[in-house]
């Protein structure tokens, strides 16, 4: 049964209509209002739930509806084509597509009665298609609660994540505009980082991101060319080493030997008394003799004066070999992120730089000692730190690495700073599919569909098996006998009647004794001819009629009083054992005919013992005065229900009772 139209959004009239507020719908429903309130949209509805199609859909692709089920089953425009819900309308749509007034009606499929194994087997595959209908609308129905729940989570993580993404700037539309549709392709795209661990990252890892994603790009900065060959110094300590070790033969004058620094001074003073050509000693003017001269040049040998010159060139090779990198500030101008790990790396570099320095210096002091001292071998040169050395082009590396990384985003920077949001996004989008449990409700979803499709592909073979069988089990004729047996009651003659054209695969509608087919029905003997054709469709194909949701729009259009409760006992009679009845009219002694039968069925509900709740209820639909105009259902006031304002215009019941013969029914 159906319990609720929860939802009609631009379908017709109804523009945004919602029945939270009225009362469910029971077994019988009577449903009240005027030309053009909407009552033929309604109908329309009822005719997509039978049709499992969204007919409104033609003239509006954005039309939605929702119709809730007693087994809490939902049936919205997308999930009809598998509803398994059967209901029958009469409406003009009914009329149009069954009956051309022109031409023909089409067949009327009865089981014949007689061929009792048939419709034994036909009963046992209805049985289970019906059953299997059933599973398949519950694991539709089931999929799209899954699906909403899914789309919901995907709608709230969206705006979690857009506000969670503004930290990282404005400019970027992608982010500005970011939705579920973005996150639902995202997560698909990226299924595999979003389900690893290692994707949600650590505050400082995320602060780190943040920083870098600024949209804020810098321009370009050198790398620093300095080297260190730390094998050279090896090779040079060694060198030293032995320089250092080493000393000119001569014939020394132990007194210069003994002190270096008079040594320095005589050494010098010959140079200049060479210059000079002076033959008195420029210091206390005595005369140098030969001999003096001798032992002096002796001491300073040819030999001597080229190892004094080594040791120079030593001490001006050592100073050249001193680290001077210049300024090293250029680490302000890199991108903030990698600020922090330049001024580690510059830090490490500069102490590395006064260590590798100092030893240096400390060899450079060795030759001195040794150029004022030729003859002293007592030296000990040690290694400047291997530690030193090698964490020097560590760090050098590194700061040149993060040079690289700096001018590679200066260079790329949308497509950089764009891979640094996307691990936000992939930060953000990971936490939120964990905490959800996304793929594990994607997955029941889709077996959910899967077990659906399944199902449905098992009825669809059953269906054409049924059908199969109903087409030899079905008789024409028969259908047309029993058509032709309620025009005659319904009408109170029987010059009208239906007869089987084979070559039309229809029915002709027939007048008189010669029995040709006319063509100048009145409105109301194709008003006749059309709801009774309707009601013996109902048995068509061995039907069960308390299976069936039966909806009548206004069977009684052109009816004088006596076929308006021809109409009314009609419809009683064989509506009565529905599932579900609703009917709708804009014809108020219809109306009251049908308000005083259900009314009546209410109070003897209420006055069994024990009483029954009530089964039958009222409604009317009602359109807005402004433009453009829009409809709603509504629960009927009291004094509808109750005839309490009933027109003078309207029939009374005994009147229209003594025009009929109700026992015919």
Known sequence: MITKIKKLKNFGIFRDYSGDNIQAFGKFNLIYGWNGSGKSTLSKLFESLEKRKNLQATADANCEFSVIL?????????????????????????????????????????????????????????????????????????????????????????????????????????????????????????????????????????????????PVSKPQISSITSSLDAAKLKDAQSRLQALLKHTATSIVLSRLKENPDIQTWVQTGLAIHN???????????????????????????????????????????????VLDLGDLSQGDQLYEEMQAEYANARDLVVTHVATINGG???WQELLQEKIADQFRIDFTVPSI??????????????????????????????????????????????IEVKAFGYFAKIQKRDALSRQASEIQSKANARQREILALEASLSNEVLGAEEFNKHLHIFLGRSDLCLRFNPQMLGYEINRGTEQRHVKDLSEGEKTAIAFVYFITKLSEGDNDLAKLIIVVDDPISSFDSNHLFHAYSYLRHHCTPALQLFVLTHNFNFFKLVRDWLEGNNTNRKNRRPPRPANSFFYTVEASTSNPRKSTLKDAPKSLCSGQLIPDTVLSFSSAFAGASPSLY
């Open 70 to 214: 007693d087994s809490e089953v939902v049936i919205t425009e997308k999930t009809i084509p598998q509803s398994s819900t059967a209901v029958r309308t009469f409406n003009a749509g009914f009329i149009k597509e069954n009956i051309d007034w022109d031409s023909s009606v089409k067949s009327i499929l009865l089981v014949a009665k007689e061929k009792i194994d048939d419709r034994k087997v036909l009963e046992v595959l209805k049985s289970q298609q019906e059953a299997d209908l059933k599973s398949v609308e519950r694991s539709n129905n089931d999929a799209s609660k899954a699906t909403a729940e899914l789309q919901k989570f995907l709608t709230d993580s969206a705006k979690r994540t857009k506000t969670s993404l503004q930290i990282i700037g404005t400019e970027d539309n992608h982010y500005i505009n970011y939705n579920r549709t973005k996150l639902e392709s995202f997560i698909a795209s990226n299924s595999e980082a979003v389900r690893a661990p290692s994707s949600i990252l650590q505050d400082d890892e995320l602060l780190a991101l943040v920083v870098a994603a600024k």
């Open 275 to 321: 210059d000079h050509k002076s033959e008195n000693c420029e210091f206390c003017g005595a005369m140098l003799t030969l001999s003096r001269l001798d032992e002096i040049n002796a001491h300073f040998s040819d030999e001597y004066r080229h190892f004094q010159s080594r040791l120079v060139s030593a001490e001006q090779w050592l100073r050249q070999q």
């Open 385 to 430: 730190d291997p530690a030193a050395c090698a964490g020097f082009d560590a760090a050098l590396e590194q700061m040149n690495k993060l040079t690289v990384r700096h001018n590679k985003k200066t260079e790329d920077f949308t497509k950089e700073t764009g891979a640094i949001k996307r691990k936000i996004e992939l930060h953000y989008a990971a």
């Open 360 to 362: 240096i210096a400390h």
